[in-house]
Protein backbone atom coordinates (compact mmCIF):
# COMPACT_ATOMS: atom_id res chain seq x y z
CA UNK A 1 0.00 0.00 0.00
CA UNK A 2 1.30 3.27 -0.49
CA UNK A 3 0.59 6.91 -0.04
CA UNK A 4 1.18 9.76 -2.09
CA UNK A 5 0.62 13.08 -1.00
CA UNK A 6 -0.12 16.10 -3.52
CA UNK A 7 2.28 18.96 -2.13
CA UNK A 8 5.34 16.39 -0.93
CA UNK A 9 6.98 13.39 -2.99
CA UNK A 10 6.60 11.43 0.02
CA UNK A 11 5.84 8.15 -0.43
CA UNK A 12 5.68 5.11 2.08
CA UNK A 13 5.52 0.87 1.96
CA UNK A 14 3.34 -0.50 3.80
CA UNK A 15 4.86 -3.98 2.40
CA UNK A 16 6.80 -6.57 4.45
CA UNK A 17 9.82 -8.32 2.61
CA UNK A 18 9.36 -11.95 3.06
CA UNK A 19 12.30 -12.99 0.65
CA UNK A 20 15.01 -13.15 3.73
CA UNK A 21 12.35 -15.19 5.82
CA UNK A 22 11.93 -17.62 3.20
CA UNK A 23 16.21 -18.14 2.45
CA UNK A 24 16.50 -18.13 6.80
CA UNK A 25 13.89 -21.03 6.88
CA UNK A 26 15.34 -23.06 3.88
CA UNK A 27 18.69 -23.07 5.41
CA UNK A 28 17.34 -23.90 8.56
CA UNK A 29 15.42 -26.82 6.63
CA UNK A 30 18.75 -27.86 4.93
CA UNK A 31 20.49 -27.93 8.08
CA UNK A 32 17.69 -30.26 9.56
CA UNK A 33 18.07 -32.57 6.71
CA UNK A 34 21.82 -33.17 7.14
CA UNK A 35 21.92 -33.12 10.91
CA UNK A 36 18.91 -35.60 11.31
CA UNK A 37 20.51 -38.72 9.85
CA UNK A 38 23.83 -37.99 11.94
CA UNK A 39 22.13 -37.71 14.85
CA UNK A 40 20.68 -41.66 14.73
CA UNK A 41 24.18 -43.38 15.18
CA UNK A 42 24.08 -47.32 14.92
CA UNK A 43 26.09 -49.58 14.34
CA UNK A 44 26.42 -51.56 11.32
CA UNK A 45 24.79 -55.28 11.52
CA UNK A 46 24.17 -57.15 8.31
CA UNK A 47 20.56 -57.96 9.80
CA UNK A 48 18.77 -60.83 8.92
CA UNK A 49 15.20 -60.32 7.07
CA UNK A 50 11.42 -61.42 8.88
CA UNK A 51 8.25 -60.78 7.33
CA UNK A 52 6.31 -59.99 10.98
CA UNK A 53 4.72 -56.79 10.85
CA UNK A 54 6.46 -54.01 12.39
CA UNK A 55 5.66 -52.50 16.21
CA UNK A 56 6.20 -49.29 17.38
CA UNK A 57 9.47 -48.36 18.63
CA UNK A 58 9.58 -46.80 22.05
CA UNK A 59 11.35 -43.41 22.60
CA UNK A 60 14.42 -44.54 24.15
CA UNK A 61 15.00 -48.76 23.36
CA UNK A 62 17.61 -50.70 25.11
CA UNK A 63 19.74 -52.20 21.68
CA UNK A 64 21.82 -55.00 22.43
CA UNK A 65 23.97 -55.88 19.39
CA UNK A 66 26.02 -58.90 18.66
CA UNK A 67 28.39 -58.64 15.88
CA UNK A 68 29.33 -61.20 13.26
CA UNK A 69 32.52 -61.49 15.22
CA UNK A 70 30.76 -62.40 18.44
CA UNK A 71 31.52 -59.34 20.40
CA UNK A 72 28.60 -57.70 22.10
CA UNK A 73 28.00 -54.10 22.26
CA UNK A 74 25.03 -52.30 24.62
CA UNK A 75 23.49 -49.34 22.62
CA UNK A 76 27.05 -48.09 21.50
CA UNK A 77 29.15 -48.83 23.97
CA UNK A 78 31.56 -52.44 23.15
CA UNK A 79 31.02 -54.75 26.57
CA UNK A 80 32.41 -58.32 27.13
CA UNK A 81 30.25 -60.73 28.42
CA UNK A 82 31.67 -60.75 31.97
CA UNK A 83 30.29 -56.98 32.35
CA UNK A 84 26.87 -57.45 30.11
CA UNK A 85 25.14 -57.58 33.71
CA UNK A 86 26.50 -54.50 34.58
CA UNK A 87 25.97 -52.88 31.39
CA UNK A 88 22.05 -54.03 30.80
CA UNK A 89 21.97 -52.37 34.48
CA UNK A 90 23.41 -49.16 33.81
CA UNK A 91 21.39 -48.26 30.23
CA UNK A 92 17.97 -49.65 31.85
CA UNK A 93 18.94 -47.98 35.61
CA UNK A 94 18.29 -51.23 37.31
CA UNK A 95 14.15 -51.85 34.90
CA UNK A 96 14.44 -55.63 34.76
CA UNK A 97 10.99 -54.63 33.15
CA UNK A 98 12.57 -52.52 29.98
CA UNK A 99 12.16 -54.63 26.77
CA UNK A 100 15.88 -55.02 25.40
CA UNK A 101 15.78 -55.26 21.75
CA UNK A 102 18.47 -57.74 20.40
CA UNK A 103 20.05 -57.51 17.21
CA UNK A 104 22.09 -59.95 15.99
CA UNK A 105 24.47 -59.74 12.41
CA UNK A 106 23.03 -62.90 10.34
CA UNK A 107 26.05 -64.26 10.23
CA UNK A 108 26.13 -65.02 13.40
CA UNK A 109 24.83 -69.00 14.18
CA UNK A 110 21.72 -69.42 16.13
CA UNK A 111 23.58 -71.49 18.90
CA UNK A 112 25.33 -67.79 20.44
CA UNK A 113 22.02 -65.85 20.05
CA UNK A 114 20.42 -69.01 22.04
CA UNK A 115 23.64 -68.49 24.24
CA UNK A 116 23.22 -64.53 24.82
CA UNK A 117 19.53 -64.78 25.40
CA UNK A 118 20.29 -67.55 28.17
CA UNK A 119 22.86 -64.58 29.55
CA UNK A 120 20.02 -62.21 29.21
CA UNK A 121 17.45 -64.49 30.81
CA UNK A 122 20.21 -65.33 33.75
CA UNK A 123 20.78 -61.29 34.21
CA UNK A 124 17.08 -61.10 35.11
CA UNK A 125 15.96 -59.51 31.68
CA UNK A 126 12.99 -61.85 29.95
CA UNK A 127 11.69 -59.03 27.83
CA UNK A 128 13.64 -59.76 24.72
CA UNK A 129 12.62 -58.39 21.59
CA UNK A 130 14.34 -59.84 18.28
CA UNK A 131 15.06 -56.82 15.62
CA UNK A 132 15.24 -58.00 11.95
CA UNK A 133 14.93 -56.10 8.92
CA UNK A 134 11.51 -55.92 7.01
CA UNK A 135 11.36 -58.41 4.33
CA UNK A 136 9.62 -55.57 1.34
CA UNK A 137 12.64 -53.34 2.13
CA UNK A 138 14.68 -56.12 0.93
CA UNK A 139 16.11 -55.45 -2.72
CA UNK A 140 15.26 -58.53 -4.63
Known amino acids: MSVRLDDEELAELHEINVTPFIDVM ?80 KAVPYGAVMNLMNELRDAGYLHVALVGLEADKLAP
Not at 28 to 51: E, H, K, N, R
Not at 70 to 76: D, P, T, W
Not at 95 to 102: P, T, W
Open 26 to 105: LVLLIIFMIAAPLATVDIGVDLPAASAQASPRPDKPLFLTLKSDLSLAVGEDTVSRAALAGALDKASDGDKQKRVFLRAD
